[in-house]
């Protein structure tokens, strides 16, 4: 990963004025984007995430504050250049939003036609990128003739079309089903490994952030709430909003009694996927109680997190944690009020 932001947002404001009243979407936001990183910006709906990311191409023209992309501030830029910048970004959305007249390769040719190049040049452009997204055999095709997921990987290949540095993600995989989402995320991590280009992705899912960015900033109510690299934030969340992602919603909470001792433990693939908790009560003769489990095994290692109610008997307890030390695990230890 390159040392050098490619993207750097200094004191953004966004208010949007209408008959309603003033809203401010976005209050002082300032973060660097490196060069040829996958970075996460998470937040729930209204959070302003999406107005973030349509700032960075200046889709939005933000009230104050500046965007420097590749080392070209966006508000001082004439019109054309400005038009010059944003090809230098791809875009790609929830909804795909192809062409439903155009087949595949005509819809990858869209922004090659609009920047005028010559259409045969167009075409072998289009048909690289139909390889890269895995989908030669569906030049011909028409959207309606095509999987979610189809789709979606067509509208990655017109992102690219123009040779962006810089692909920015909004909710790109919120409307697809888990195996698809998986199979997206990994052709963009693919994409960013031999291509080199800088992804942004726009999510509201911790586990789109945890599968695909090495950084994440967490936006609540129009502030960043904190940022990090991913395995610091999941792992030490240090902001409410943080821990409001990350952990078990309320009611799963309420569950856990006050006043005894319990342990999160996290899975980031260092382990393999083995019933660690299980091993661990026959080991140690230490029953616990799972109070909240969200696991997953990929390719035979363990991601995702437990909270573990300890035994009131501190040795028991004790032992059971040491054993979790052993298991190349992370292991946070605390009272109940400490994972609420």
Known sequence: MGQDAIVQIRNLNKTFRGRAGTVVALDDISLDIMRGEIFGIIGLSGAGKSTLVRCINFLEVPTAGTVTVDGEELGKLSKRDLLDARRSMGMIFQQFNLLQQRTALQNICFPLEI?????????????????????????????????????????IARALATNPKILLCDEATSAL?????????????????????TIIVITHEMAV???????VAIIDASHIAEIGAVDQVFTRPQSTMAKQL???????????????????????????????????????????????????????????????????????????????????????????DDFT
């Not at 990929?298 to 008997?313: E, N, R, T, V």
């Open 177 to 197: 089903d888990p195996t698809t989402t998986r199979s997206i995320l990994s052709l963009l991590k693919e994409i960013n490994r031999k291509l080199g280009i």
């Open 115 to 155: 920047a005028g190049t010559p259409k045969a040049e167009a075409e072998k452009r289009a048909e690289e990128l139909l390889g890269i997204v895995g989908l030669s055999d569906r030049a011909n095709a028409y959207p309606s003739q095509m999987s979610g997921g189809q789709q979606q990987r067509v509208a």
């Open 209 to 215: 952030i945890e599968e695909i960015c090495q950084r």
């Open 246 to 336: 990350i952990y078990p919603d309320g009611k799963q909470r309420e569950r856990l009694a006050t006043g005894k001792r319990y342990c999160r433990i996290v899975f980031d693939g260092n382990s393999s996927f083995e019933p660690v908790v299980s091993n661990m009560v026959l080991e140690c003769k230490a029953p616990v109680n799972i109070m909240f489990a969200d696991t997953k095994d990929m390719d035979g290692k363990a991601y995702g997190q437990m909270i573990l109610q300890l035994p009131d008997d501190e040795r028991a307890a004790s032992r059971a944690l040491a054993y979790l030390e052993t298991q190349n695990v992370h292991v946070e230890e605390g009272l109940s």
